[in-house]
């Protein structure tokens, strides 16, 4: 019975056949023992009895040894990962601006004019139509103002994949591209919650205010983009990081619009209008005194906006005290 199982098995290891029962096997179908793998000679066996369950498996690592990380990224061959912040995703070859060879050396000055036609055809050949064109330059300007902004890559790659859908969607006839990946970038930040004021992405961009905000309502609308409503608490992090307070005002100035919040006091308001008042409110309640127009540049929120909305939120907390 056991020279039976064991040339069936080896037959079928042989032809390159592999059950679904083999490979999902963790006892022996002979003597009911524990199967170990045996990665150095590829095999399957029986601890027990010794019954070879599966042979000539395909081992899937690198043919070579590293025993540090240096030497392990040295000899890797494996590329980036693709990216949707690149027009072709990153597939595509590119060749490098420096004029060395593989070794190193420097390129003879006779060859340089040959490697600098190269680059242009390479180039030609990446953006080989207009819409490639296009998401070129509208992800190329959504990495800036990401970068300028501190985004972290998850924001801009959200970013990158919401304008590739407004292209498939044939969203862009009429409408700029700086202000479409603007909106883009505005979108992802609020859908991986890392808002920012919408002031602050037109400080850093090469359209109006306005033309942002009708574009990412236009983005919003026909791609069907699910985004909630702003909570102002979400502003407090940065805001506080910049404005350098202590930690038991950024408590109390989550209290503030806890309480706002609680009793609607924060409907049809700025999210970052309220975050920026709660903060100088909270300055105040725990004495450190920060002025009106210091929490102003820092938020990009006017003073008018402050004093209104802080008189609002004392007001509020003072009733629910």
């Not at 006779?110 to 180039?123: F, Y």
């Not at 050949?125 to 103002?145: H, P, S, V, W, Y």
């Amino acid at each position: 019975m056991t020279n039976t199982v064991l040339n069936t098995e080896i037959d079928r290891s042989s032809t390159g056949e592999q059950t679904a029962e083999s490979q999902s096997l963790t006892t022996c179908p002979e003597c009911q023992g524990r199967i170990v793998r045996d990665d150095e000679h590829g095999e399957t066996r029986c601890e027990d009895c010794g019954l070879i369950c599966e042979d000539r498996a395909l081992d899937h690592g690198p043919e070579w040894r590293s025993f540090d990380t240096e030497e392990q990224d040295e000899k890797s061959r494996v590329g980036a990962p693709t990216t949707q912040l690149m027009h072709d995703k990153g597939l595509s070859t590119t060749i490098g601006w420096q004029n060395t060879d593989a070794s190193g050396r420097a390129v003879p000055t006779e060859k340089r004019a040959r490697l600098e036609r190269l680059r242009t055809w390479d180039e030609r050949f990446r953006t080989k139509d207009a819409q490639e064109r296009n998401l070129k330059q509208a992800l190329g300007e959504i990495q800036r103002m990401g970068s300028a902004l501190g985004l972290p890559e998850p924001v801009r790659e959200t970013a990158g994949v919401l304008y590739r859908r407004a292209v498939e969607s044939d969203l862009l006839p009429g409408r700029s591209i700086e202000g479409m990946a603007t909106a883009s970038l505005y979108a992802a930040a609020r859908q991986q919650h890392f808002p920012r004021p919408l002031t602050t992405f037109a400080d850093i961009s090469r359209v109006e205010k306005i033309r942002i905000q009708r574009a990412y309502r236009y983005l919003s609308r026909e791609l069907g983009l699910q985004i909630e409503p702003e909570d102002p608490s979400t502003y407090i992090p940065q805001f506080a990081s910049t404005l350098e307070i202590s930690d038991e005002a950024e408590r109390t100035a989550r209290e503030l619009l806890d309480v706002a919040k609680n009793t609607g006091t924060h409907s049809g308001k700025s999210p970052a209008g309220l975050a920026a008042a709660a903060l100088y409110a909270a300055t105040h309640l725990t004495n450190e005194q920060l002025t009106q127009a210091t929490v102003s540049n820092a938020a990009d929120v006017s003073m008018v906006t402050i004093r209104n909305r802080y008189q609002e939120l004392l007001e509020v907390y003072a009733e629910q005290l």
